[in-house]
């Protein structure tokens, strides 16, 4: 058994209390956005969860990290809550349980589930796991995943059972997050809804321009047209078909990136770069590539080739931080919204991958 190999009896546990809390059927209860906190100190601290599956298209339970949750939170509130993009994968840092069709589960999930002996017939009744890591497609979890998702799904459970079957708490979900912790003080786990949950402060890498001769000579471009910018992931090539050798690095399969820069008015491309899945398996390039630098360095090149654009759109905080203070330097006004010209161009990339595959 390898290090990361799952003993079967753990993999039983997680089915089991997967299998409570859809006996509750919570996703009648809530909705996605309504939150839900437990603090685990032996297993990593504060967990997020979230459920899917009020209008009956997905069951899903996601597990989150504080940061990972919040990240996500706020894509979600600047993208208008669009997720029809697949591009909400990029803040997907969560273990899930899903509920779904047979045609839909993972083999190495199907082989867990045969083993341990379970029978799924109905619909939406087939369980299993996923992790999903930014950059990455899903994949199926190891031991300590195992280990720490069954105790949050415990919990959540309790949660659930103990606050919405047997009583009605009054939570307003808008307004509060429901939190479960541990009293030393009277020996019991508490569940109490809190207002202004103090969620953490997202930080991200702000690249700043520090050549004055640089700068100088930035400033003086004359102003163009104002552009989009987005690195767009996408599915491409599957992790067996990445070349063998000593800096093949890769354990799961990685989405590739197009760095896009695009006409806001038009939606013509002015810039585009793509980074193949494959460069991921050099280990010296993933060690030293990193997104938010690259767009950076991308942008400076862009606005001494052809000019400073007025106005410049990005879809996420990572995109705006990387490019905040520069802009601010050069008079560019930045916003954080929506990007339909990107949108355009990941539709018409996503049709030909699936005419493809």
């Known amino acids: 058994m390898g290090k990361n190999s799952v003993p079967l009896k753990d993999w039983k546990e997680l089915y089991e209390v997967a299998s409570r809390l859809e006996s509750l059927k919570p996703w009648k209860y809530f909705e996605e956005t309504d939150c839900f906190s437990i603090n685990l100190p032996k297993y990593g601290g504060l967990y997020f969860c979230s459920i899917m599956g009020a209008l009956g298209e997905s069951l899903t339970i996601s597990v989150y990290k504080p940061q990972e949750y919040q990240l996500l939170k706020t894509y979600m509130e600047t993208n208008n809550n669009n997720q029809q993009s697949m591009q909400v994968v990029r803040c997907f840092n969560c273990l899930s349980v899903e509920y779904s069709n047979r045609v839909y589960v993972p083999k190495e999930s199907c082989g867990v589930i045969k083993k341990i002996g379970l029978k799924f017939r109905d619909n939406n009744s087939w369980i299993y796991f996923e992790n999903h890591t930014s950059g990455y497609m899903p994949c199926n979890l190891v031991v300590d995943e195992v280990i720490v998702l069954t105790q949050v799904l415990q919990h959540l459970f309790c949660q659930i059972k103990t606050c919405f079957v047997d009583n009605a708490m009054d939570v307003d979900f808008e307004k509060q997050v429901l939190y479960r912790e541990y009293s030393k003080e009277k020996g019991i786990w508490l569940n109490f809804p809190v207002s202004d949950f ?63 820069f695009v006409n806001h008015d038009d939606g013509k491309i002015l810039y585009q770069e793509t980074i193949w899945p494959e460069k991921f398996a050099s280990e010296e390039y993933s060690k030293d590539y990193d997104e938010a630098w690259n767009l950076w360095d991308t942008f400076l090149q862009y606005v001494e080739d052809n000019g400073r654009p007025k106005n410049v759109y990005v879809r996420d905080l990572p995109h705006k931080f990387a490019l905040y203070t520069t802009c601010e330097q050069l008079g560019i006004k930045l916003y954080v919204t929506d990007l339909p010209m990107c949108d355009n161009f990941e539709e018409r990339l996503l049709s030909v991958i699936r005419s493809m595959s």
């Open 198 to 260: 103090p969620f953490p402060s997202l930080e991200f890498d702000v690249p700043e321009l520090t050549d004055e001769i640089t700068l100088t000579k930035l400033k003086k471009k004359a102003y163009i047209a104002d552009i989009e910018i987005d690195t767009l992931h996408f599915p491409m090539i599957p992790i067996e078909a990445l070349p063998d050798g000593p800096n093949r690095k890769l354990e799961k399969q990685a989405y590739g990136q197009v760095l896009l």
